[in-house]
């Protein structure tokens, strides 16, 4: 479909969707740590309501993400995550598959009291911060995913300027707190994370910070 | 930062200005690929995400104005040295944490132990609990859901709950957790160890006007903290009124109150006022029999009371309630406002002077009558002495609607004169519960309650089920909560 012969730029970068949002302003306001209060609480409820909002659109949309429709966990025309599995050895998993993975990995960890303490006076472990860091970036493959190969059913039920501002939100908030890692964004040469462009896009006009 | 109004308006076509720009697409929308709760299922993913928003902002913002005002109340405390400021500043940020961690908290029965069974209401039983991991003590409240289905009370139970958390009213019950699980609600609440009026009354059985212008006067003061929440309690009677360690009234959770969700239920009342009223059904009247007006031997005065005390913690037990309290506009459905509420209170105040509730009788259908009719039954017996100003000020409560007196004119009644109205809640109150432990529950019925399982039976104390802690946001409710850790 695409015109000349040039690849067709992505739905999620086309107007009006690139810049529908359900929040609108700067998102430091809800980023930002409160004072005096304790970082890793702060960041353990964060963590702990992306996920389950994350999981919220993924649950409608998972009817269309099938060995089928997906059998690589894509996030780019050359992108495919792979999955460490036990062996230590990466492996090429359909999507729903891939996804469950995680989103499974994820609830573990949030409902054990060891990494995601609960209990009054229980502390974090001193490996808080990594295992963060890495629930982060699996999540943030998760939204690679949902927009490289679903964007137009989030576009049919009319969720765009919800699952955009959720994005925004977690991306600016992945930065403060510096889980982010921008080749996770952009990708590596040859392995373009299709939402780079989303992010450069976002910066331009000011939904996120530069 | 705000959640944006025009959420929904984003769809491309509709957009007011003429230059669009050149990636400007229009994309024809369907739901046609979808499954059948597709739509539905991401409409609420939507609105869950507007609520989470909107939640977001402004705990920010209630965030933020806790913080700046402790910060301006210490700046401007010269007498305060920089080591306690930076401590009590600290402590804030403790709070704070601590407030962000039970946003991650599921509770289940199995996070509470049970010490004892105090009291029971219509959809489930009281439990004195202590909370595992902390050591803290409350009182349970277990709300077994497929009785209030039945009588169609989840929805109130929400809405009460939410306002219940949202008081930080001394006057009022604390709310500190709520969960569920597939058999129970939990109400987790300040536990009150003094026991209740009700308990109260039946041991002292009456007070003198001292006494009673002590409960009264802050009862009024109680009422008039839930009025001004935007509530009427309908259903205040001494079993509803709570005695703190201190000896000061507190009114216990009265959104979840049986009595108020009943006067909800119309048919309810219509159905009593039929069968008071001797309207029989159709089927009857056609009967091949001669109707005939039953002639009940009355019991003399002093049997009826007898009766009464000897029926009244069975009455409090069961789904029915009592009526004794309740003002004649609310089962009459003409309409009511607050004031029904200072009628209950005027019937309080005759059981705490007289000994028993002005229209007690032998049977609920009977009370309707006379509280209908209470022109005819506000009888004032000759064998008690009450002061002139007591008299009054009840007649002036139980009265009709239009009649009876306002907040304002009740604390300026002669009968509280001299009532620091201000200053009551810190002075010393008249029967001070004297306790052994922080969970004592000797001023509970509890060898009533010994067939009462340590347990909800039904409940899930595995944990299986657990369900996240509600508890709001706001700045009220975070005072409230703050202590509860
Ligand atoms: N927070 C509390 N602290 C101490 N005791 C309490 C508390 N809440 C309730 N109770 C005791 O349990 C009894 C029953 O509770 P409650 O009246 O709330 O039940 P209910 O289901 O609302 O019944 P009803 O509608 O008849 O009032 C009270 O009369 C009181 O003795």
Known sequence: EAQDGAPQKPLYLCSPFVDAALVKGNFKTIVMQPKYTDIMEWVAVNVFDFYQNLNLFYGVLAECCTQHSCPSMSAGATLNYTWINQDRKSVQLPAPTY????????????????????????DFAPTFPSTVKHVYRQLLRVFAHLYHAHYPQILHLRS????????????AFGKEYELLEVKDIKGQPGQLVAIGALWERWKEVGILEA | MEPSQSSSSVNSGQSSSSAKSADYVYFDRTTAGF?????????AAQLKLEHYYKVAVESAIERNTRRVELERKLAADPTMSDERKQRQLQQLGKRESAFLRLRRTKLGLDDFRTIKVIGKGAFGEVRVVQKSDTGKIYAMKTLKKEEMLKKDQLAHVRAERDVLAESNSPWVVQLYYSFQDPTYLYLVMEFLPGGDLMTML???DTFSEDVTRFYIAECVLAIEAVHKLGFIHRDIKPDNILIDKEGHIKLSDFGLSTGFHKQHDSTYYQRL??????????????????????????????DQIATWKANRRKLAYSTVGTPD??????????????ECDWWSLGAIMFECLVGYPPFCSESTHDTYQKIIRWPDYLLFPDDVHLSREAEDLIRRLITSQDRRLNVEQIKHHPFFYGVSWSAIRQIEAPFIPRLRSMTDTSYFPTDELEHVPEEPTGGDASGANKDLAFLGYTFKRFTISSQAF
């Open chain 1, 160 to 171: 765009e300027p919800h699952f955009n501002s959720l994005f925004a939100h977690f991306l």
């Open chain 1, 99 to 122: 996804i469950d993975y995680v989103m499974t990995w994820v609830q573990n960890l949030l409902d054990d009291d060891n990494t995601f303490p609960t209990k009054s006076g229980k």
């Open chain 2, 35 to 43: 499954s059948d709760d597709a739509v539905p299922r991401a409409k």
């Open chain 2, 273 to 302: 006022l039929d069968s008071a009223n001797g309207v029989t059904s159709p089927t009857s009247a056609a009967r091949n029999s001669v109707m005939v007006n039953a002639i009940h031997l009355t019991m003399s005065n002093k």
């Open chain 2, 202 to 204: 039946i041991k002292y």
């Open chain 2, 325 to 338: 309290y309740i003002a004649p506009e609310i089962f009459l459905q003409k309409g009511y406002g607050n």
